[in-house]
C-alpha cells in the first residue's frame, strides 16, 4: 500500500500501479486516450498528464504522464493545477485539428471518447482555420465501418488487433500526421474479433456495420443486461433495442467471464430476432390460430390415454425447461442434445462434478501458465475462451519482468522485454486452428490419436494412470514433453470440449488434470459446451434425443411438446421423420421457423433472448440470469409462459402458484438441489432501491411522445414487468444498480464504453458487489475426490486405402444454428464442403473441382471436395451445423471414396 | 371627483388613437422571423434535405415529441427515413432548432395549427419538409463535413487537402 496526495488530499492506494489506473480507481476524472486496462500504458496519446512533485516543498513540479509513472509511497500529484489543464486542452487541440466536422453524422456520436475527453479538457472552440488532411476508408468486410478522417493516432486499434488479438492485418502505414491504420487493400477483416475495435477505438473510425443499417443512438436504445447465446462461454452482453428491433450487441464486463470483449458471432449474430423467419403467430397444422384455441388444443392432446414427452433444448432458459417437464413429468421430459452431443455432454458434466481439477473460467484461463488443448477448436466452438487463452502466453515471460523492474502494465517495455518469447501451448488438433501461432507445439491427429496422446500425457505425469499401448516413438516423445512441461507449470489448463466429437477425447483430457492433481499441481480443466445452456439442461435432465426416440418406438405417445430446438439439427433425418410418422400431433415452442417446425402440428410463437428472462448454465458451469430486453408484439411470450399457460389449463396445481419467473425457479431450485445456487445468479422481481425499479431505458431516451404517434395518438402505459426488477421505462433508479442489473455503462461526463471505470471496484477488477454470475460445480479437491482414471483407450487410427475418417469441423460463422441468420455472418460462412488432403485426393483420383458421397445415416449426401494441407491422412473435414447441411450431425466413422455425379 | 374626470377625457381620446384590435383572421397578423410557431425541415442550398438525423433535436426535447430514424442513400448521405412531430405534445421552446447542428429544423412564424382531432397534430416528414432553405439561406452542413456522399468524394469538402496518399515517403 501506498499513501498519495492527489490535488491535497491523501489516498490509500496499491503501489506500483500506475498513476492513471489508480487515479481512475479512485473516481477522478483523467482523460486518456492510449491507454486501455485490457492493454496496458504505451504513452502515446499524452493526454493524461498530471503534476508530479518532489517534495511537500517542490512549489513547480513537473508535467509526467499520469499513466506511465508507477505510484509509490508519499508521492504528491496535481491533476487540477492550470498547467496540466492547459497542456492537457492543447493536446486535444491538437489531436482535433484535422478532425472532420463529423459528429452529427458519427456513429461515435453521443457515446464517443473523444467527444466526452474534448468536454472534460475544456478545449470548447476549434481555432484551427486551415486545411484539414483527409483519407480515404477501406472495405473492411459486412462487420465493421471504416472512417478515418475521425482518427487521432493512439494506436489503440493495431494494439488491440495485432498484440491483443493476434490478427496480422491491420496495421499503421504512412508518418507523421498522415499514419493511417487498416489493411494492406481493402478486404475483410480476418480477426474473429475484429467487432471489439468498435468499442476500443475511442473515436468514430471503427464503427459497427450492423447497428449503421438501423442506426440509433446509445441513448435511445432500451437495454437490459443479457448473456450470448451463441456459444457455451456465456459471454456478458448488452443488447439494445429501439422501435421494436434489436439493434447491436455491446459487451458488458464480467470479470470472471469475457472481460472487455466479445467475438464477432456474439457481436453480430442477433439478427435472427428481427428475422422475417420468426414465427409470430400461434398456429394449428399450418393455419393461424388464436392463443386459446391452440392451448386448449395442445391439452386436449396432452390428456390423451397415450401421454405425452417433452424434448427441452439447450438454448432455451432452465425456467423454460423446468417448466415443460413438469408438464409432462421428470420420466417423459428429455434435455434436446443429440445422441453424440448428449453422450459427450454428460461425460463432461461427469468430469467436471468429479474433479479434482476445477473448471477454469475465462479469467483463470487468461491466468494459465501452461495449457493443453486436445481436440478442440477453440477458436471455432468457444471464440472469446480462445482470445483468453491466447495471453496465457504471456504469463511465463511476465514471470521475469519483475527482475528486470518493468511494471506488468507498462505494454511498450513487456513487449520489448518478451520479444517472441512464449509460455508453453501444446495443442492437438485434426486440423490447423487460428491458434497455432502462439503454440509451442502442434500435432494433427485423428481424434483417436489425439485422445492417445492425451491418455500417454497423463501417464507420463502420474505413473498409475493407464498408458496407450503401441504408442509411436513421436508421439511418446511428444508426450513426455509435455508432461513434462505441465508438471512443473504452476497453473496448468487442459482445454477440451464435445467439439472433436470424440468422448475418448474429454476422458484422455480428465485424466491428463487428474494426473496433474495428483501430482500435487493446481490444475485446471476447461471444457467446452456445445451451446449456451447445454451444461444446463444436462444438470436437469440425462436423458437425450436418443431416449427420447427410443421411449417414443416402446410407448407410442399421443403427442411431443418439443421446446426451441430443430430436431433435424440433432439427429439423423430418418429417425426424426420416423418420430413424426410415429407420433400424430408434434407441437413445438419456437422463435424462429425451421424444418421441425415446418412438420409441426401445433406451434407457440416464443420470445428469444432478448424478449424473456431466465437463467443458463455456461461450460465454466456457471449459471447467469439474463433479462428481457423489450416486450414483443402479443401473442409472442416467453416459453415458459406458454408452457405455464397450457399447465393452468391441464389444471395443475404447482402452476397456480407461478405468477412470476422467480417462482418457477424457486420450484426449480426445491426440485433440483444441485441447481439450487441458480437463486443467487439472480435478482428477485421485488427487488427495489428507493422503492423504484431499474429503467431499461437512459434518462435520455427521446421521442417518447412520437415514436407510436402515428398508429394512436395516446400514449399507452408502459408495459410492466413481473419478472425482473427492471422498468420498461425511463423512469426509476438511475444511479448504480447492483452488477448483474447493469443495462447500460454510463456516468455523468462518461458517455462512451469508458464509463465501465465507475462500475468496477477498481479498474480492470471485478464489477462493484462482485460479478454476476454463481458457480455450480466445485469439485472436492484432492484424495477425496470421486472418480478415477479412465481407461479405455481407442486404438491408433490406421489409414485404409480408399477410405476417409469423418472428423469434426467447426466455424465461427456457420456452425451456430442462430446467429447465421445475420446477413454478415451468412457472407462470411462457408458452404458445404468435404475438406481432404491433396495427397489423399490425388490417391483417390480427386481435384478439387471433384464431387463426393459422403454417407449420413441411412442416406448420403454429395460434397464438393476442397483441399487441406493440415489434416492427417486418411482424415476428411466435415463441417459442423451449416444451414443447408443438417445430415452432418448423422456423419461419424469412416466411409469408402466415391466420385458423386460431376455437375 | 377631478380624477373621475380625467379618467373620462383620457378614455374619450383613445377614440382618436390608432386601435390595437387586430381583425384576426381577415387580417392576419405580422409576426416577426424569430417567432416560435410551427416547425418546418429545410433544405440546403442544394434543393437536398438538410436533415441529417443526427436525433440531438429529439433528445432535447423536453417532452419528447420527436422522434425519427435514420437512414442512408446509396452514397453514404444520412437522411431521416421518417420524422415526425408529435404538435399535440410540443410546447414550442425552440429548444430543437437550437440543438440543431444542420439549420434544419426552424420554428417559423406560423401559429395557426388548430385541429378538432389531435391526430391531426402528428406531423410526418412530408408534412414538415418546405421547398427552401428557411431562415438560413447559405448552410451547407455536408459541404463542411468530412464525409464522402454522392458528388463530393473525400477531401472535396471546404476547406480539405486531398486525401493522403498512404503509400508516398515523402516528409
Ligand atoms: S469521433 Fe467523436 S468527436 Fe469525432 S466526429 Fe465522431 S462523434 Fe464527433
Ligand atoms: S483508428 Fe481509432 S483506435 Fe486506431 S489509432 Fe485511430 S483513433 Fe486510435
Ligand atoms: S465467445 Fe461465445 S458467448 Fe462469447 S460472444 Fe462469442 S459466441 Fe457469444
Ligand atoms: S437536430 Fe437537425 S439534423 Fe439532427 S435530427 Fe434534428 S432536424 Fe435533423
Ligand atoms: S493515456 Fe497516458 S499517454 Fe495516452
Redesign the interface.
Known sequence: MATIEIDGKEYEVEAGKNLLHVALSLGLNLPYFCWHPALGSVGACRQCAVKQYKDKDDQHGRLVMACMTPVSDGMRITVEDPESKTFRATVIESLMTNH??????CDE??ECHLQDMTVMSGHNYRDY?????????QYLGPHINH?M??CITCYRCVRFYRDYAGGRDLDE????N?V?F?RFEDGVLESEFSGNLVEVCPTGVFTDKEL?K????K??LQTAPSICVHCGVGCNIIPGER?GQLRRILNRYNSEVNGYFLCDRGRFGYEFVNSSERIREPKLSSDVASKSDAISQIVGWLKDGKGAIGIGSPRASLESNFALRELVGKDRFFNGLGVKENRLASLALKILREGPARSASLNDAEKADAVLVLGEDVTQTAPMLALKLRQSVRNVPMESLSQANIPQWHDGAVREFAQDSKGPFFIASVKATRLDDIATETYRLAPSDIARLGFAVAHHIDESAPAPSGLDQETEEAAKRIAEVLKNAKKPLVVSGTGSGESAVLEAAANVSRALCSSGVQAGISLNFPECNSLGVSMLEEKGLEEALEYVNANHPATVIVLEIDLYRRGALEEIDRLFEEVSQISCIDHLENRTTANASAILPCGTFAESDGTMVNSEGRVQAFYQVFVPPDPIQESWRWIRDLLLETGNAKAKSWNDLDDVLESLASEIPDLAPALDAVVSADFRIAGQKIPRQPH????????R??ID?HEPKPPQDPDSPLAFSMEGFHGKPPSGLASRFWAPGWNSVQSLNKFQEEVGGPMRGGDPGKRLLEPIPGEASPGQYYSSIPAAFSPEEGHLLIAHVHHIFGSDELSVHSPGIDELRPRPYVAIHPEDAKQCGLDEESEIDVPAGENSVTLKVTFENSLPRGVAGIPMGLPEFPEAVAMSGSFKVQQGVKQ | MLSLLRTMWIIFLHMFHKRETQEYPDVLPQQPPRWRGRIILSRDPDGEERCVACNLCSVVCPVACIALQATEDGHGRRYPEFFRINFSRCIFCGLCEEACPTYAIQLTPDFEMGEYNRKNLVYEKEDLLISGPGKYPDYNFYRVAGLAIGGKGKGEADCEEPPVNTRSLMP
Do not use: L
Not at chain 1, 438501423?214 to 443512438?217: A, E, L, P, S
Not at chain 1, 435520455?700 to 415514436?707: F, P
Open positions: 472532420p466536422h463529423d459528429c452529427p453524422i456520436g453521443g482555420r486551415f486545411k484539414k488532411r483527409t483519407f480515404n476508408n472512417e478522417n475521425r502505414y504512412a508518418s507523421k498522415h493511417y487498416g449503421k438501423h442506426y440509433t443512438r441513448w435511445d422501435y435520455r431516451y427521446s421521442g417518447r411522445t412520437a415514436m404517434a402515428n395518438i
